[in-house]
């Protein structure tokens, strides 16, 4: 879908304005799936969530591009703090929309696709808005492609990385 280029510049804007933000940015020292870090992890999945919304012209653009961000936004590293490893996998996204909510002010809808995110891991928390579903399944392909990357070569990957999510539109 084509979307008019002030509604892409409001989105980039938007996107941009999350990467910038220090808040944010403590996501890069928590660590993610095979060496891969919260931060890029969860752009990679905004990216991703954006371009299939737009290809299957679905979905409201901002909440998926907001949620998608902050949808591991729980600021932990269960690698380091071993007390919350057992309760990760179930909580975080509660945990992530809960600190969302406190910096960021976000709304119902919003914080309804933070929650579902892991689905079916939280079965009863189904992703019942297009919203919802674009998100959740964004986060298990990047989640997918990023456990089939060796830990090897790890700094240097992260560099690409953060190359690749600069800007929401290449
Ligand atoms: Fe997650
Ligand atoms: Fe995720």
């Not at 990047?142 to 830990?151: A, D, F, P, R």
């Amino acid at each position: 879908m084509k979307i008019p280029s002030e509604k892409k510049n409001h989105l980039e804007d938007i996107y941009q304005s999350f990467l910038k933000d220090e808040r944010i940015l403590k996501m890069r020292e928590v660590s993610m799936h095979r060496g891969s870090n919260c931060l890029v992890h969860s752009f990679k999945v905004a990216k991703l969530a954006i371009k299939r919304a737009l290809r299957h012209k679905k979905g409201d653009l901002e909440i998926i591009l907001i949620a998608a961000i902050l949808h591991d936004y729980y600021l932990y590293d269960w690698r380091i703090d071993r007390s919350k490893m057992k309760h990760h996998l179930g909580t975080h996204p509660y945990t992530a929309a809960k600190n969302a909510e406190r910096d960021f002010g976000i709304h119902e809808a919003i914080k309804k696709v933070i929650h579902s995110h892991m689905w079916p891991v939280n079965f009863t928390d189904f992703p019942k808005t297009k919203e919802a579903r674009i998100v959740s399944n964004a986060d298990k392909t990047i989640y997918l492609k990023e456990i089939m990357c060796s830990k090897k070569y790890k700094a240097k990957r992260e560099k690409k990385y953060l190359k690749q999510i600069e800007f929401l539109f290449d």
